[in-house]
């Protein structure tokens, strides 16, 4: 009997919608268990994630039997409907859409999980932005910039309904 034997990687990066800052770090670690469940619950393997208050990195096997766009749809749609059921955000919450993916070998594991858990620390030093334009550029990624997300200037970045400087 044949079987199919597959190491298929992806980091996904998302972003709240309009890039709002709206991901508070009371309920992060809540947002990031409830998208872990998901994506153990549609049976891919869970790598890891982390973010800011404005965008998430996600890493996964994927198994070739899984279609990634699915995949993110019903994370994105339960996460959003879990941040507003759950009235986490003051605001309504959702996710822009569209996302990166981008893919990796086995023996880049460990670089990637560790790129993902020091987030916080390589934003002080980077905004999402140039880390997002950085992404498509190390890839060969084909893109236009009128499709990529929706970049917002710093006096419209909202959190918990004060302005505040755009998240770097």
């Known amino acids: 009997m044949s079987s199919t034997y597959s190491q298929i990687y992806i980091q996904v990066v998302m972003a709240v919608q309009n890039r709002n800052a709206l ?13 872990t469940g998901v994506i153990k619950q549609k049976g891919q393997k869970f790598i ?14 994927l198994k070739p039997n899984c279609c990634l766009s ?10 959003n409907a879990f941040i507003n059921e759950n009235k986490l955000s003051r605001f309504k919450f959702s996710w822009q859409e569209g996302y990166g993916a ?3 070998s086995h023996s880049q594991i460990d670089n990637v999980v560790k790129y993902i858990l020091n987030q916080k620390q390589h934003h002080k030093r980077k905004s999402f932005r140039d880390e997002y334009y950085e992404f498509l550029k190390n890839f ?11 970049w917002i200037a710093e006096e419209q970045v ?11």
């Open 23 to 35: 991901i508070h770090a009371d309920w992060e670690e809540r947002l990031f268990q409830y998208i």
């Open 48 to 61: 890891a994630i982390n973010g800011m208050p404005d965008h998430v990195h996600i890493f996964i096997g």
């Open 70 to 79: 699915d995949l993110m749809r019903e994370v994105k749609k339960s996460s």
């Open 102 to 104: 981008f893919s990796y």
């Open 140 to 150: 060969n990624v084909a893109y236009e910039d009128k499709y990529l997300f929706e």
């Open 158 to 168: 909202v959190f918990y309904g004060e302005q505040i400087p755009k998240v770097s």
